[in-house]
């Protein structure tokens, strides 16, 4: 009885005053007045014309005998199936301007690829997409580099069926993973541009947690616009399986269709808490301080009540978590492997709450000794190493002064990114340090640590468990 379903329902629409019971027991009727002979979908089919309801072609062909993709061999001509489609690769100009696309279709029991040319190629491209179920009407099958192909001809036709239900064509979810095609739904929880790739974190039916990374050349506007929506995805690689998020890599072969429905659900990365194992994660905490390399930095943070140091390789972020020292922040694309946090290919930098120094500066200090001292600390040593770590490459210099402390007890590294602590223990005006070249302004540091090595200093700051002191004051 299922295969005359949408009989029924059609019956039931034109025919209000029908209950569904009396519907099926006028088709079990038909069907024993006819001994027996007839299926129930031809019964019901009698019983929508007795009742003068036009049946569209559409839904015969639904409900009454059709080819399956397993059935057809080369040769064959006048074809009509009923099937979903699975990719629609970019248009292939070939020459004389001649334009083919070949659209991977499937049903339950395969997949084949439907060849169109020309102007009916041009439009099928721009009209459909992945997961829209189709009827192919007087097709033909050829084969071709030994594999069977359908086509068409001028009598030939294509139309799409909405609202098929899973009983009979089965969804595009079932039908990829079956026949292991790259095309998944994604439900987009949040998107973010990096320096060369957009990232998709998101959720699809198939594969649960993904990550999609698409190279920026690939960009387009619409990708700003699919946040909470599903977006359906051909032709990519899945580069990592056994841990979540799933991450998928896109090319230029690649397709993108955004839709309209919203996405049902969504994947958020976990918090990284001391005891992450390898991962993506977000972190929440407060930049204290910033190390420039020549190419990247390291960045101190404090999150879960203790100080970890992240490796940025992107110049321009390393500027954003210096604009952004001594403020609460929520990091996305936090990548935890071998015990170093690392920032990945595509991450968001968030404020989420206002300037958080006072955090530091309000804790009471302490006038004390080095050695198994933490939280804020003033106290006395002599100075034993000074070193300036600077990039004068970007829009504005990063100047980042580390100094060794020993005061008998114990010895720290302060590291301090103010330009006054900077300036006064060097004697460098902060912006004449770039204007220097550098073989000069490493006589300069030489000098400046001739000067003070060995000499006993007051530091200020908040001292950490290894033995990491951010410098708030040196005198």
């Avoid at 049903?107 to 721009?126: H, P, T």
């Avoid at 000069?440 to 030489?446: N, Q, T």
């Amino acid at each position: 009885m299922s295969g005359a379903r949408y009989i029924i329902d059609l019956i039931l629409k034109s025919r209000p005053e029908l209950s569904y019971e009396e519907v099926i027991n006028m088709i079990k009727k038909r069907v024993e007045e006819l001994g027996g002979l007839i299926e129930e979908d031809a019964a019901a089919m009698i019983v929508a014309k007795e009742l003068g309801i036009t049946i569209p072609r559409k839904n015969i062909v639904l409900t009454s005998g059709k080819f399956r993709i397993a059935d057809i061999v080369p040769g064959l001509r006048g074809i009509t199936i009923v099937a979903r489609i699975l990719k629609v690769p970019n248009l292939r100009y070939l020459s004389g301007e001649k334009v083919v696309l070949k659209v991977l279709v499937g049903d339950d029991s395969g997949v084949i690829n439907l060849v169109l040319w020309g102007r009916i190629a041009k439009e099928f491209f721009n009209q459909y997409k992945p997961g829209d179920a189709i009827l192919i009407e007087k097709g033909i099958a050829k084969k071709y580099r030994g594999k069977i192909e359908l086509s068409i001809n001028d009598i030939s036709q294509i139309s799409k069926l909405e609202n098929i239900e899973e009983e009979y064509l089965p969804s595009l979810e079932e039908l990829a993973k079956k026949f292991d095609v790259d095309v998944v739904n994604i439900h987009v929880s949040r998107v973010f541009k990096g320096e060369e790739n957009i990232c998709i974190y998101g959720w699809s039916p198939n594969l649960g947690n993904v990550k999609v990374v698409i190279p920026i050349e690939h960009w387009r506007d619409y990708f700003l616009q699919i946040e909470d929506k599903q977006i359906i995805v051909q032709g990519f690689k899945v580069v990592q399986r056994d841990k979540a998020p799933h991450l998928i890599f896109c090319g230029s072969s690649s397709r993108f269709f955004p839709l309209e429905f919203k996405a049902e659900r969504k994947y958020v990365p976990p918090r990284y808490r001391d005891d992450s194992d390898s991962g993506e994660y977000i972190v929440e905490g407060i930049p204290l301080a910033i190390i420039p390399f020549k190419r990247g930095g390291r960045v101190f943070i404090f999150t879960n009540n203790k100080l970890v140091r992240m490796i940025v390789f992107d110049e321009r972020s390393l500027v954003t978590f210096y604009d952004k020292l001594f403020k609460q922040i929520v990091i996305w694309g936090v990548i935890l492997r071998n015990n170093d946090l690392r920032l990945d290919r595509c991450f968001s930098i968030e404020n989420v709450a206002s300037p958080s120094k006072d955090r530091f500066l309000k804790e009471k200090r302490v006038k004390t000794k080095l050695k198994g001292t933490v939280g804020h600390v003033l106290a006395k040593g002599a100075l034993i190493s000074l070193d300036l770590k600077f990039n004068c490459r970007l829009s504005k210099p990063l100047l980042s002064l580390l100094l060794r402390v020993d005061d008998g007890t114990d010895q720290i590294l302060g590291i301090s990114n103010n330009p006054e602590i900077i300036e006064r223990l060097l004697g460098i005006d902060r912006h004449d340090i770039c204007e220097y070249p550098e073989s000069i302004l490493a006589e300069i540091i030489d000098y400046s640590k001739h000067q003070l090595l060995g000499r006993e200093i007051t530091i200020d700051g908040y001292l950490f468990r290894d033995r990491t002191m951010i410098l708030l004051k040196v005198d």
